[in-house]
């Protein structure tokens, strides 16, 4: 989470407010492991789309307009 919200900031060119719990939120998974080798073993042409800084990025351009009219 840390180095997500390192990578915000560096994409929204700002300091976030924010704060960290140690409370889970209802819903959020316990434990997530990505192991995709078996999936490409099957399908070897298919290839990932995005990486994490893509994802944050297409996510912080779709809302800028209203995020900043919101701050």
Known sequence: ?????????EIA???LDWHYTETNRSGDH?????EIA??????PAW???YDVRGILEEIFHHNQDRWTRSA
Do not use: D, N, P, V
């Open 47 to 49: 290839t990932l789309s």
């Open 38 to 43: 078996k999936f490409q073993s099957h399908y």
């Open 30 to 34: 316990i434990w997530w492991i990505s």
């Open 13 to 15: 060119g700002r300091t």
């Open 1 to 9: 989470m840390l180095e997500a919200i390192a990578m915000c900031q």
